[in-house]
């Protein structure tokens, strides 16, 4: 299972970028997806996950101004981020619970991070 993401980049406060993490190969189904962000010197925390059926999680500090979303057709997640402040500057993983056959436990996969800098 690969997660492939993408749209990370440089935006000066206030401004919005989105991301976008599709998962490719073995996947015969999921159960959430989300993202997670690490800061130089800081803990991996949750940013926003999405299940399957559409719930969804943020954390605090993005409440109204993200927001996540998904396409189970393309096994696909964005996240729109909006007001964008410079304390959210990080690398920005993937994450995805696949499970790879019927009868397996739900795995979890990360992709490769993209980085999201925010300027003051």
């Known amino acids: 299972v690969q997660l492939q993401a993408s749209g990370g980049g440089l935006v000066q406060a206030g401004g919005s970028l989105r991301l976008s993490c599709q998962a490719s190969?073995?996947?015969?189904?999921?159960?959430?997806m989300g993202w997670y962000r690490q800061a130089p010197g800081k803990q991996r925390e949750l940013v926003a996950a999405?299940?399957?059926?559409?719930?969804?999680d943020y954390h605090h500090s993005v409440q109204g101004r993200f927001t996540i979303s998904r396409d189970n057709v393309k096994n696909t997640i964005y996240l729109q981020m909006n007001s964008l402040k410079p304390e959210g500057t990080a690398a920005y993983l993937c994450?995805?619970?696949?499970?790879?056959?019927?009868?397996?436990?739900?795995?979890?996969?990360w992709g490769r991070g993209t980085l999201v800098t925010v300027s003051s």
């Open positions: 190969g073995n996947i015969f189904n999921w159960n959430v």
């Open positions: 994450h995805a619970g696949v499970r790879t056959t019927p009868v397996t436990n739900y795995e979890n996969f």
């Open positions: 999405i299940t399957k059926i559409g719930s969804t």
